[in-house]
């Protein structure tokens, strides 16, 4: 029974900062990489942040400088640090785990995701 669950949206002011949390459990396989993609209305989920187990990170042009992505080393945990926030950055925030069931094949899981908002 995989979980993966996130936490720490909530409404922040243009250039304020949030922190998001995100946790995975319930499977036996490892962790091959976690990540945080968005969605706002009326548009795409788009890729925000990826960290993998290796610790490679990767980032949207649109965050690069201002969010960081990082773990804990104890558990299956991400985090998402969000500075200088932005009003275009409002969107449901979605955490992915993906665990490696074979060499070259990953399953992904998604949480629920969970509401940023910046307006003043």
């Known amino acids: 029974q995989v979980q993966v669950v996130e936490s720490g949206g909530g409404l922040v002011q243009p250039g304020g900062s949030l922190r998001l949390s995100c946790a995975a459990s319930g499977s036996p396989l490892s962790i091959f990489a976690m990540g945080w993609h968005r969605q706002a209305p009326g548009k795409q989920r788009e890729l925000v942040a990826t960290?993998?187990?290796?610790?490679?990170?990767n980032y949207a042009d649109s965050v690069k400088g201002r969010f960081t992505i990082s773990r804990d080393n104890a558990e299956n945990t991400v985090y998402l640090q969000m500075n200088s926030l932005k009003p275009e950055d409002t969107a449901v925030y979605y955490c992915?785990?993906?665990?490696?069931?074979?060499?070259?094949?990953?399953?992904?899981?998604w949480g629920q995701g969970t509401q940023v908002t910046v307006s003043s």
């Open positions: 960290l993998t187990s290796g610790g490679n990170t």
């Open positions: 992915n785990a993906d665990f490696q069931r074979q060499v070259n094949l990953n399953i992904r899981y």
